[in-house]
């Protein structure tokens, strides 16, 4: 039986790298049948709505989702769409690749991150005049949750090391609970596990990031981590992400609507075709999401490359050499 796949592209190079990815899921040997759903800044200026019911909907019967990025309505998007999929882990693989200059070419890290509280409750409100709060939101069951989580990726993708970010010794209950629940897990695995602050953490990862593997973060922390290891291995334009849950999953580039570059037609598609990897492996097709894997090094190695990595390729000339390669 077909799998249903929700496409939503959003706005800015959302919009120009989702079709990228549905055009190499094409060119595999795959029932794939794609819903095509609408999300962020236009629908909103044209309905009111930046998520539409139907796109809720069609999200929540498709098998998995592949999502583009939302502009300045980012929020009201992904983050309910996350919540529609029921994912409640935010897997970041960072990877250093052949043949790109990168800060750090000895680069292989996994950010797993908390996908549902900390500090995106979005229970925010002003006091009054000039004073604003904000509620952080951690649980036990969540903490749990993503723990486990982390430590079985760690295990199934042979990760050996494995560190617990968080900032207990300041946010004493928020992080105290997370850091807490998260090395009784490592504990009741008997895996091996560091922890670490995660401001003396950013550091380390960027003199060091060979020293780590599966990093298992509070929200916030996983969200700002992940995009400084795209700094060291060459840019957004290479980071995939998976958000999962116990039966649906999305999957999005961890890039956003790049305002900057958006309409020119050179935005690199590799972070887009890479989720789509994730989400081959995720549905059953690990040889495929492989293939599609391997053939984005080859041409990350070998070029056509987009201007964020040194070339003068469009994005569909990028995608053509990917699809060539399969
Ligand atoms: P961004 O990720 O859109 O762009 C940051 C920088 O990286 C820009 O210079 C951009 O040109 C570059 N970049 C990103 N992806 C690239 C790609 N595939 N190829 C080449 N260069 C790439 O983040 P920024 O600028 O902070 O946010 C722009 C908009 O995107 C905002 O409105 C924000 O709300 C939204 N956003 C949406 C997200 C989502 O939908 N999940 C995530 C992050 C931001
Ligand atoms: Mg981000």
């Known amino acids: 039986m077909a799998h249903e796949i929700a496409v939503i592209p959003g706005d800015g190079i959302g919009a120009e790298v989702t079709p ?14 794609f819903v095509e759903a609408d999300a962020g800044d236009a629908v909103r200026d044209e309905t009111g709505e930046p998520l539409p019911e139907e796109t809720r909907e069609t999200a929540a019967e498709a098998d998995a989702t592949l999502f583009g990025a939302a502009g300045e309505t980012a929020a009201d998007v992904i ?35 908390e996908n549902t509280e900390g500090v995106y409750s979005g229970i925010e409100s002003e006091i009054h005049d000039g004073v604003r709060t904000l509620t952080r939101v951690v649980t036990g069951d969540a903490s749990r949750e993503i723990a486990e989580f982390g430590f079985r990726y760690a295990r199934q993708h042979g990760y050996d090391d494995v560190t617990i970010a968080h900032k207990a010794n300041v946010m004493r209950e928020t992080d105290g609970l997370f850091v807490e629940t998260a090395t009784e897990v490592g504990d009741d695995l008997g895996r091996a596990y560091d922890t670490a602050l995660m401001d003396a953490l950013a550091m380390h990862l960027v003199m060091h990031p060979e020293d780590y593997g599966v990093v298992i973060c509070p929200n916030l922390a996983g969200d700002m981590l992940s995009d400084l290891a795209a700094g060291l291995v060459g840019g957004l334009g290479l980071l995939p992400s ?22 020119q037609g050179i935005a690199n598609p590799s972070a887009m075709i890479l989720s789509a990897a994730l989400m081959l492996e995720h549905l059953g097709y690990d040889e495929d999401g492989q293939r599609v894997r391997g053939a984005v090094e080859d041409v990350l190695d070998e070029g056509p490359r987009t201007p964020d990595l040194g070339g003068d390729a469009s994005t569909d000339e990028v995608t053509a050499a990917v699809v060539d390669r399969l």
């Not at 116990?246 to 305002?259: D, I």
């Open 20 to 33: 990228a990815a549905v055009e190499v899921l094409g060119a595999l040997d795959v029932d794939f049948e």
């Open 242 to 263: 998976a958000n999962v849950g116990p039966e649906n999953a999305l999957f999005e580039p961890v890039h956003g609507s790049a305002p900057d570059i958006a309409g």
């Open 79 to 113: 983050l309910p769409l996350r919540e529609v999929v029921g994912s409640f882990a935010n897997v970041r693989p960072a990877r250093s690749y052949p043949g790109l200059d990168a800060v750090q070419p000895d680069t292989d890290l996994v950010f797993v991150r």
